[in-house]
C-alpha cells in the first residue's frame, strides 16, 4: 500500500477552511444568543442617514418645503459650497457651506432666532453636506431643523423662486 503525499497547500487550505466554518457558526450561534442582536443587513440608503439616533425624521418634502417657503415661515440654508450657491439657489437662501461652517456660522446665523424653522440643502441624491449642517444646527440650539433632499435640484424641477449673484 502506497500513500500518496499531498501537497501542503492543499492541507493548510482545509484546515483555514475547517477554522473558518468554526469561527462563522460560532458567531452566528453567539448574535442569536444575544438579547441586543447585531443585524446581518443595514440600511446604509442616503435616505436612512435623515433619521436621528432617537428615530426622529429629519426629512421634509417639497410640497412641506414649499408650503413654507410661500409663507415666510422657514429660513432656507444651502450646504453647497459658496461658488455653488452663487451660480444658483433658492430664493431668499442664505449659504452656510458645510464644510466652512465653523468660521461662517456666527456671520450666516445672525438675526435667526433658535425657534426658526429652518431647512437645509444640498445637490444629488447622495449628497449628505445638509443633513451634517442640520444636525450641527441642531448641537448649537436650533431644534426645528429639516433637510430637503437632493434639495437644488428638486427646487428646480418644481419650477419654484431661485436667484443668483454673490453672498
Same mark, same amino acid.
Given at each position: ?37 447585531? #443585524?446581518?443587513? %443595514? ?8 433619521? !436621528?439616533?432617537?428615530? &426622529?425624521?429629519?426629512? =421634509? ?35 452656510? #457651506?458645510?464644510? %466652512? ?8 446665523? !445672525?438675526?435667526?432666532? &433658535?425657534?426658526?424653522? =429652518? ?49
Amino acid at each position: 500500500m502506497t500513500f500518496i503525499n499531498r501537497p501542503l497547500w492543499i492541507k493548510t487550505s482545509r484546515q483555514i477552511l475547517f477554522i473558518s466554518l468554526i469561527v462563522l457558526i460560532a458567531g452566528f450561534a453567539s448574535n442569536k444568543l444575544r438579547s441586543d442582536k447585531i #443585524p446581518f443587513a %443595514e440600511d446604509w440608503s442616503a435616505k436612512s442617514n435623515l433619521v !436621528t439616533s432617537s428615530g &426622529e425624521n429629519l426629512e =421634509i418634502s417639497i410640497a412641506e418645503a414649499t408650503n413654507l417657503f410661500n409663507k415666510a415661515e422657514a429660513v432656507f440654508i444651502d450646504a453647497r459650497s459658496g461658488a455653488e450657491y452663487d451660480t444658483g439657489h433658492i430664493k431668499g437662501a442664505k449659504s452656510l #457651506p458645510y464644510k %466652512e461652517v465653523d468660521w461662517k456660522f456666527v456671520d450666516a446665523m !445672525t438675526g435667526v432666532p &433658535e425657534e426658526s424653522a =429652518i431647512i437645509t440643502y444640498c445637490d444629488g441624491e447622495t449628497c449628505e453636506l445638509s443633513m451634517e449642517l442640520a444636525v450641527f444646527l441642531r448641537n448649537t440650539g436650533y431644534k426645528n431643523v429639516r433637510v430637503l433632499s437632493n434639495g437644488w435640484t428638486v427646487w428646480q424641477q418644481n419650477g419654484l423662486p431661485v436667484e443668483t449673484g454673490a453672498r
